[in-house]
């Protein structure tokens, strides 16, 4: 056997797989996304019609879709920065060359990381509970009136953003702790002699070095953020008032609970082209001011 | 700041964030291990008055959590010894060997990195209806059997191999499929160990895509079995953590045992962007 079909034998399994049940099912998205697929296409083929953009149409004039995608934009919005500023501390204390048993902190804060969303969630779903919940327990030690995480539609967001900055910050934290460790020690040593004060040497060497990483795990996180999904699904199902209702949310119920596979597929296909574009315009307007 | 005092508040600091970090955990634990209604005294206790295994026995015996567990377990196994084997064979094939068009199918994958997996969940769905895998374990394990993701990590690691060495082979008269097997494959050792564990964790914590395609209990892995719990019992806590306790504990015991691993590949995956 010659290495072109050697190559080809050891591709064909990985290639089959992927063709079949990811790109065909892609391009299949879109296709679906122009037809009033429901139950009743389901039920028989023949009851399929084609709809052009219908689905879209119908999707800007819904009220619904809006307040879906504002809970997702919000979600991104504030959870983005806050698990970044997060990740970039705990990066930056793990990184000091004052701080003791750096592995042992290392594995505690990444920990959440590669806990299963949904068990975690049950578990914050307690700890926000207003009555018995600790986290009201604790900030009522500071003075602080009990709030209705889960039940006051102001509340519930904020309350999924806390739980997925808890959850998710090790992530990055570890990314950008690599970051900061390719950065030549040099630098800080040339700067401490020119007599720069640690807020200086951070601002001046530690940030643009780092730039280029915080821009691509800036990208990565609101990508994987605009995914949101388990969390409300599990910790408010959704609720209260419809309050925490995510563009994946509405695409699951529009296609699993009511079985309008047609418009949820436009659902999809409208969150995935808004991705694109807010990475698009982030490596854009990011990559202009990292200078590269 | 006096350097004793900056070093106090670094430390001070890391201890408090692994104390956030960690107490959710913690509290399952002791939670879970509390007698029914223990947990919703005021104030809240912290540990269990007397310590007891009973929601845990409730859990197996009557909740059919067992089964869950072993579906997890069973999905889990399997998408991460098949995808390893594509993935390898893919990913070394993109590494070392020549052929039409490597480049281009090679863009090619690196492009189905930034393609949301929900895209294709609807159209998946109508896909493996008619075939019979909705409602069937295959139904998780068989689109998941490669990723863009292994095929980059491996072919990643794989350049890393010298050409002599599989020149070495060939003139020795090994075929192609016997250098795979026999010089390849010692090589990726570290690299196998790292996708093992990334698609086992991923696999075991997997929910959206699950929740589509088992729609019977019988086929439940346990993020499903844990949600749906969650919606008829949300008033049991105890029972809740336990449930929450046996999802969690297996995977947080792989990553402690292979963490160094797992991190490696965290930092290998991340040089995509």
Not at chain 1, 144 to 163: E, K, Q, R, S, T
């Amino acid at each position: 056997m010659n290495r072109q079909h050697a190559a080809w034998l050891l591709l064909a399994p990985a290639a089959i797989v992927l063709g079949v049940f990811f790109l065909l099912p892609v391009a299949g998205a879109f296709a679906l996304s122009l037809t009033d697929y429901d139950l009743y296409a389901l039920a028989d083929i023949h009851n399929l019609r084609f709809v052009a953009l219908n689905n879209y149409w119908a999707l800007l004039h819904r009220p619904l879709f809006w307040s879906a995608l504002g809970h997702t934009v919000y979600f991104v919005a504030v959870g983005v920065p806050l698990s970044m500023l997060v990740s970039l501390c705990a990066a930056l204390l793990l990184h000091s060359p004052l701080a003791r048993c750096k592995p042992l902190f290392r594995t505690a804060l990444f920990a959440p990381v590669v806990t299963t969303v949904v068990a975690v969630a049950v578990v914050w779903r307690y700890l926000f509970n207003t009555k018995y919940g600790l986290v009201n327990e604790v900030l009522g030690s500071a003075g602080i009136h009990p709030v209705d995480w889960l039940g006051d539609p102001h509340w519930a967001m904020p309350a999924i953003i806390l739980f997925a900055v808890w959850k998710n910050f090790g992530y990055n934290m570890i990314i950008l702790l690599a970051g900061l460790q390719a950065i030549p020690a040099e630098l800080h040593e040339a700067a401490r002699i020119d007599g720069a004060s640690t807020w200086r040497q951070f601002r001046h060497i530690t940030l643009p070095m780092l730039a280029p990483t915080l821009l691509m795990v800036g990208i990565l996180t609101v990508c994987g953020y605009f995914q949101l999904f388990a969390e409300p699904y599990v910790i408010t199902e959704g609720g209260p008032l419809q309050s925490t209702v995510s563009v994946l949310y509405l695409m699951y119920d529009e296609g699993f609970k009511w079985w309008n596979l047609g418009a949820a597929s436009a659902i999809a296909f409208l969150l995935f082209a808004i991705m694109f574009a807010v990475s698009e315009l982030m490596l854009r307007v990011g990559g202009k001011e990292a200078g590269t | 700041m006096t350097p004793r005092l900056a070093k106090a508040l670094i430390n001070g600091l890391l201890i408090g964030g692994a104390l956030v970090a960690l107490f959710p955990m913690l509290w399952m634990v002791s939670v879970s291990l509390m007698q029914p209604g223990e947990a919703s005294n005021l104030p809240p206790p912290l540990l269990p008055a007397q310590a007891t295994l009973h929601n845990y026995r409730e859990l197996f015996l009557r909740a059919g959590m067992g089964r869950y567990w072993l579906n997890s377990l069973l999905v889990s196994t399997a998408i991460t010894v098949l995808s390893l084997a594509f993935n390898l064979m893919a990913g070394y094939a993109f590494a070392k060997l020549r052929f039409a068009g490597r480049d281009a199918l090679f863009k090619g994958v690196v492009g189905m990195l930034a393609i949301p997996a929900q895209v294709a969940m609807l159209p998946l769905f109508l896909l493996l209806k008619p075939i019979g895998l909705v409602n069937h374990y295959g139904g998780v394990i068989v689109p998941a059997m490669a990723s863009a993701f292994g095929i980059f990590l491996v072919r990643q690691y794989a350049r890393g191999i010298p050409d002599e060495l599989l020149e070495a082979a060939r003139i020795d008269g090994a075929g192609e499929l016997r250098i795979f097997v026999r010089v390849v494959l010692p090589l990726l050792k570290p690299i196998m160990v790292t996708l093992s564990i990334y698609t086992f964790l991923t696999a075991w914590n997997d929910f959206m895509w699950p929740l589509i395609v088992l729609t019977g209990q019988e086929h439940y892995t346990l993020p499903l079995g844990l949600a749906s719990l969650a919606r008829e019992h949300a008033t049991d806590t105890e029972l809740m953590m336990a449930g929450s306790v046996v999802t969690v504990v297996p995977v947080l015991l792989l990553f402690l045992a292979l963490q160094r691993y797992y991190l490696e590949g965290l930092l290998l995956g991340s040089v995509k962007g």
